[in-house]
């Protein structure tokens, strides 16, 4: 399984659209891996997490082609991570040509996905060359080869917002943004399941934040539940992700990607960037 992220920062991008703070004028300076779109990720060729604004640069950028994509599974509905007026270019022959046969793209989220997608588009979804299926949590769900299973998080009550559980060919992935330190109920259901590729929440930075995002602290508090659960393997290589400029300005200095890759190293993470394979 080969996990290609196409976007890793918050909302407003790392820089922030219009921010002037430290961070993101050291990153407009710097360049490269300091530079972070809204997150995404590309499973292999054909599967994808979410539909960031920057969805379309962003697989541009690492060499994975839109075209390719069969399957996008939605985390939740906020607008980084959801940009249905994107999917609208879909739609054959107006904005696309494709083959007459070539199937719809397959949409998956929560019921709020669901309203945003009828929302923009009513009923007819298959004339803008789209299909929506509900998937409800702790329930797998089989797309073109891959078995999925969505589990709550706490992120944006009341909405139900998913992380998700992917295994094909018996590589699991656990891509988990956004959300805290994970619900009871989804430790649960996830004890005993040993994992490959853990990618977690890293919004808040340095901050100790523990509810809605995660920072660097409660990281290590997923990843220690996880290893008293059983679900670590020797191999397990865990990701931090989803990054703000607000949690990588702290009051001494500034986390750039090479200060969080020294710093996590020593607690076995690293820092996700834009264009970053994790294969296994
Ligand atoms: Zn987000
Ligand atoms: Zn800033
Ligand atoms: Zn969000």
């Known amino acids: 399984m080969k996990l290609t992220y196409i976007g890793t920062a918050a909302a407003e991008a790392i820089p922030a659209l219009f921010c002037e703070c430290s961070f993101c004028e050291n990153a407009r300076r710097a360049g490269g891996r300091e530079l972070r779109k809204r997150s995404g990720a590309v499973v292999n060729d054909d599967l994808m997490i979410d539909f960031s604004p920057d969805a379309y640069l962003g697989t541009l950028a690492a060499g994975k082609k839109l075209t390719d994509i069969k399957s996008v599974i939605f985390t939740h509905s906020h607008s980084d991570h959801f940009c249905p007026a994107e999917l609208g270019y879909r739609r054959a022959p107006a904005f696309c040509i494709v083959p007459e046969d070539k199937p719809l793209l397959q949409l998956y989220g ?10 923009t588009f009513g009923e007819d979804l298959a004339f803008h060359g789209l299909r929506f299926t509900f998937v409800p949590p702790y329930t797998p769900f089989e797309t073109e080869g891959y078995t999925v299973t969505p589990l ?16 094909k060919d018996g590589v699991r992935l656990l891509y988990a943004n956004d959300t805290g330190v994970f619900p009871e109920k989804t430790f649960e259901y996830l004890k005993g399941i040993k994992l490959d590729i853990v990618s977690l929440d890293c919004t808040m930075g340095f901050s100790k934040n523990e509810v809605g995002h995660m920072g660097f602290p409660a990281n290590l508090k997923v990843k220690r539940i996880l290893e008293e659960n059983g679900c670590v393997k020797d191999d397990t290589v865990f990701i931090s992700h989803h990054f703000s400029h607000n949690g990588l300005r702290t009051p001494d200095g500034l986390w750039t990607y ?3 890759t020294e710093m996590a190293r020593e607690h076995g993470f690293i820092m996700s960037y834009d264009g970053l394979v994790v294969e296994k």
Request: hydrophobic share 35%; proline share 3%; aromatic share 14%.
């Open 258 to 260: 090479e200060y969080f």
């Open 152 to 167: 709550s998080v706490v992120h944006c009550l009341p909405e139900d917002a998913y992380i998700y559980l992917i295994e």
């Open 110 to 119: 929560n019921r709020n996905i669901e309203e945003g997608i009828k929302g």
